[in-house]
């Protein structure tokens, strides 16, 4: 895609902090960080989702996001990915957050707003769940 800015920092058209690089995968320090060291890891494989992304292109991202987290010493940290923009996605190619979290007002701060449960409809939404997978 011409007008992603993260493939071209794939392509190398624009510079970028990069920490680790191979085939398929590419992670760089995010340049809006939440906390120090705070880290993008995308497959080099354009997607806007994550569904758009062929499995064999994720392979490396999480090796790849528990090598920053040990690299930054982070103890408590979030890996975090968003699929659109009610989810509050910004960059429209697939990117993984690896956020440390140092201390309660560095990194993500979130919000978890938990539904009741009601254990028909759990079940209900189990079966036809189960039975797509």
Known sequence: ???????????????AFKLFESERVLAFLDIQPLSRGHALVIPKHHGSKLTD??????????PVAKKLVLATGAINYNILQNNGRLAHQEVDHVHFHMIPKPNGQEGLGIGWPAMKTDMDKLKELFAELKSKM
């Open 53 to 62: 992304i062929p499995d064999d292109q994720l392979e490396e991202i999480l």
């Open 1 to 15: 895609m011409s007008a992603c800015i993260f493939c071209k920092i794939i392509k190398g058209d624009i510079p």
